[in-house]
């Protein structure tokens, strides 16, 4: 709560837990919902395939249409959700702009900070009432723990309580420890990680084996303005679509030094992945390209290793291609 400059916060077993909460504590069947296309996978699915079965109306708009979205707003909204910057195309979205046509319609403007960070990013500052965090990624920050938080007005903290505790997804006390002695840390942290991605991203932009770059650090990235106004660091994740597709992808990856292969991001060690077979490995084939996730994507999550050793060992796998 503090870190967000929130009212009041709770804690959960994972991001997942606090997510899925925090929208059965608020929703009720006929109410509706707007969210993005390029919402982390698990939200997507809950939005698509969970929350209709108990009647509760969920409108997926197109991530990069701002108007499209204030246009289903004002339609009927009662929950906005949003990512900014989006995974894993890292697509950037006017906060302000959207939380304020959320409220004219009197809904609750949640959004889920992960990627960006409280260190980088304040949602409630640009009118959010919730704010959510996947902890297991960079409030843990190394790979041993997982968590999920919700911040913002007391009263809705309070409803979101009352409903967790009824259904059961807490944070387990050894989590809630190892997250404590992770926050110590995580203001260098993120200092390294936003330095480390910009110069990485930089390089990837002018490398001839890379067809493309996502990152909102980038004077070139069509979300660079809006980032400037609402982030002060633009994040640890980037990601880059390789020339080759998954045949590239198979030559690149195993020759990767530094880095681990993994489903999660946000550790002090690097970790990358293809998120057409990790965090969108359960979205079909057409859902994944109406998303911009190629085959030849890569997420690289970029960790507070030096930035000589990150960049050699990119050049390195890359030059396998
Ligand atoms: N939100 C974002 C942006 C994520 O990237 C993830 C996981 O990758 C989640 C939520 C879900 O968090 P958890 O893995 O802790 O359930």
Request: glycine share 8%; hydrophobic share 45%.
């Amino acid at each position: 709560a503090a870190l967000e400059g929130a009212e009041s916060a709770t804690s959960f077993a994972t991001g997942m837990a606090a997510i899925s909460t925090t929208l059965f504590a608020l929703l009720s069947p006929s109410q509706r919902a707007v969210t993005v296309r390029d919402a982390y996978g698990g939200t997507y699915l809950l939005f698509t395939q969970i929350l209709p079965r108990f009647g509760i109306q969920c409108h997926v708009c197109e991530t990069d249409d701002h108007d499209a979205i204030e246009a289903s707003i004002m339609s009927g909204c009662d929950v906005l959700y949003l990512e900014s910057p989006t995974n894993p195309t890292l697509k950037v979205l006017d906060l302000a702009r959207l939380i304020k046509a959320a409220h004219a319609a009197k809904a609750i403007a949640i959004i889920d900070n992960t990627f960006a960070t409280p260190i980088n990013q304040n949602p409630i500052a640009l009118g959010a009432d919730l704010v959510i965090h996947s902890a297991t990624k960079y409030l843990g920050g190394h790979g041993d723990v997982l968590g999920g938080v919700v911040c913002g007005h007391r009263d809705l903290i309070e409803r979101i309580y009352h409903y967790r505790e009824l259904i059961g997804p807490a944070l387990d006390a050894r989590s809630a420890s190892l997250l404590l002695r992770s926050l110590k840390t995580l203001g260098l942290r993120i200092e390294r990680q936003n330095e480390n991605a910009l110069a990485l991203a930089r390089f990837l932009e002018r490398h001839p084996a890379v067809k493309q770059v996502h990152y909102p650090g980038l004077e070139s990235n069509p979300g660079h303005q809006i980032a400037k106004r609402q982030m002060s660091g633009f994040g640890g994740v980037l990601s880059f679509e390789v020339k080759g597709g998954m045949d590239a992808l198979a030559r690149f990856l195993p020759r990767l030094r530094y880095a681990y292969m993994a489903a999660n991001l946000g550790q002090v060690e690097t970790i990358v992945g293809p998120p057409a077979l990790t965090s969108h490995v359960e979205l079909t084939e057409a859902e994944r390209a109406a998303a911009g996730i190629t085959e030849g994507l890569v997420r690289y999550a970029v960790g507070i290793e030096d930035l000589a050793d990150l960049q050699a060992d990119l050049e390195a796998a890359l030059a396998c291609i």
